[in-house]
């Protein structure tokens, strides 16, 4: 019968046999799939595997620091961190429109992802033959449900891989479903955090700015978000919800009123819904006094917005995201 704990064994197993003494990558993102998937790597071949993180300057509050040093420290496993967040403000540096910084963002990522594997196998020698990839088992079905070696389905979560790859890849999750990974990363020590994660885009904050993406701009979304984040902890409703993004609407000015004075500031909008597969959504009943909790919080401790507005249009018409 189906056990976390059966699941962990043999997979530990198959990939010991699989590796041999050679030696492995694992690009983690800071979402679920990536974090299981490294972890049963790690557990199996121990310091044969590398994991690397590309911090794009894009993340939410304290996200990175939970890769960099919780998901460490309850792993053991070697992390290369990649501090990229000049590189990518740079290259978004004038950038409004939705379609080009998700285009800039996948680019640069791959180009910083490529040369960390580059100088790891610089590093390490050829023995670095395998590349981990946390690929769920709804994954396998959509790409055609062959097995992985060279070609890989260009992912929308890393920006798309390169069709060259000359990696062999390890799937551990291949066989499991979402729920499944996270009992398997919760019975491998993982931290709440990381396994209860809801989604999050692959582009991060990038496009939860609607407009140019600027380091003041990120703090201060960063700020609201982990507001709203925290109120919806605190009552209880992160498993009533699918996801809420909190989007900055950065081009936007309205007049408001504040302490003695008049002000000019920006809305943040909240975007909390509920949904299955995220294919379709619902906008989240969310109670009054939770919204106005944290309509109160983000306007008296995030400096320049004096406005938070709900968004209550399902999926269709509006995406989730709003870009
Ligand atoms: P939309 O906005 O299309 O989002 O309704 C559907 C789901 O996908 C997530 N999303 C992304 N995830 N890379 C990702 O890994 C992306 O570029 C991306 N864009 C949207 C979104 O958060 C929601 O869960």
Same mark, same amino acid.
């Given at each position: 019968?189906?056990?976390?704990?059966?699941?962990?064994?043999?997979?530990?197993?198959?990939?010991?046999?699989?590796?041999? %003494?050679?030696?492995?990558?694992?690009?983690?993102?800071?979402?679920?799939?990536? *974090?299981?998937?490294?972890?049963?790597?790690?557990? *199996?071949?121990?310091?044969?595997?590398?994991?690397?993180?590309?911090?794009?300057?894009?993340?939410?509050?304290?996200?990175?620091?939970? +890769?960099?040093? %919780?998901?460490?420290?309850?792993?053991? @496993?070697?992390?290369?961190?990649?501090?990229?967040?000049?590189?990518?403000?740079?290259?978004?540096? $004038? +950038?409004?429109?939705?379609?080009?910084?998700?285009?800039?963002?996948?680019?640069?990522?791959?180009?910083?992802?490529?040369?960390?594997?580059?100088?790891?196998?610089?590093?390490?020698?050829?023995?670095?033959?395998?590349?981990? =990839?946390?690929?769920?088992?709804?994954?396998?079905?959509?790409?055609?449900? $062959?097995? $992985?070696?060279?070609?890989?389905?260009?992912?929308?979560?890393? $920006?798309? #891989?390169?069709?060259?790859?000359?990696?062999?890849?390890?799937?551990?999750?291949?066989? #499991?479903?979402?729920?499944?990974?996270?009992?398997? !990363? =919760?019975?491998?020590? #993982?931290?709440?955090?990381?396994?209860?994660?809801?989604?999050?885009?692959?582009?991060?904050?990038?496009?939860?700015?609607?407009?140019? +993406?600027?380091?003041?701009?990120?703090?201060?979304?960063?700020?609201?978000?982990?507001? *709203?984040?925290?109120?919806?902890?605190?009552?209880?409703?992160?498993?009533?919800?699918?996801?809420?993004?909190?989007?900055?609407?950065? %081009?936007?000015?309205?007049?408001?009123? =504040?302490? %003695?004075?008049?002000?000019? !500031?920006?809305?943040?909008?909240?975007?909390?819904?509920?949904?299955?597969? *995220?294919?379709?959504?619902?906008?989240?009943?969310?109670?009054?006094?939770?919204?106005?909790?944290?309509?109160?919080?983000?306007?008296?401790? @995030?400096?320049?917005?004096?406005?938070?507005?709900?968004?209550?249009?399902?999926?269709?018409?509006?995406?989730?995201?709003?870009?």
């Amino acid at each position: 019968s189906w056990t976390t704990g059966n699941v962990i064994e043999e997979q530990v197993a198959a990939i010991r046999e699989q590796v041999g %003494d050679k030696r492995a990558i694992c690009g983690l993102s800071g979402g679920v799939d990536s *974090a299981v998937a490294a972890a049963l790597v790690q557990k *199996a071949i121990g310091a044969q595997l590398t994991c690397v993180y590309v911090d794009h300057g894009l993340m939410r509050k304290d996200e990175t620091e939970q +890769v960099e040093k %919780d998901f460490v420290a309850a792993t053991g @496993v070697q992390l290369k961190v990649v501090d990229a967040e000049e590189r990518f403000l740079k290259a978004l540096a $004038g +950038v409004s429109d939705p379609e080009e910084k998700r285009k800039i963002i996948g680019r640069e990522f791959i180009r910083v992802f490529e040369q960390a594997q580059a100088e790891i196998i610089a590093d390490e020698g050829p023995a670095v033959e395998f590349l981990v =990839q946390g690929t769920l088992y709804p994954d396998v079905v959509e790409s055609g449900g $062959g097995t $992985g070696t060279a070609n890989i389905k260009s992912h929308h979560n890393v $920006g798309g #891989l390169p069709e060259d790859l000359e990696f062999r890849l390890i799937e551990p999750l291949r066989k #499991l479903f979402k729920d499944e990974v996270r009992m398997v !990363g =919760q019975e491998l020590g #993982l931290p709440d955090e990381i396994v209860q994660r809801q989604p999050f885009p692959g582009p991060g904050l990038g496009i939860r700015i609607v407009g140019e +993406v600027t380091k003041e701009r990120l703090d201060l979304l960063r700020d609201a978000d982990a507001i *709203a984040r925290e109120e919806l902890t605190a009552a209880g409703l992160d498993r009533d919800i699918w996801q809420c993004p909190v989007v900055l609407l950065a %081009d936007v000015r309205s007049v408001g009123v =504040q302490g %003695d004075g008049r002000t000019y !500031g920006h809305p943040i909008v909240l975007r909390p819904v509920s949904s299955e597969d *995220a294919m379709t959504a619902d906008w989240s009943r969310l109670p009054y006094e939770v919204l106005a909790k944290i309509s109160t919080r983000i306007t008296n401790e @995030v400096a320049d917005v004096n406005r938070v507005v709900l968004d209550v249009t399902s999926k269709p018409p509006g995406t989730i995201e709003w870009e």
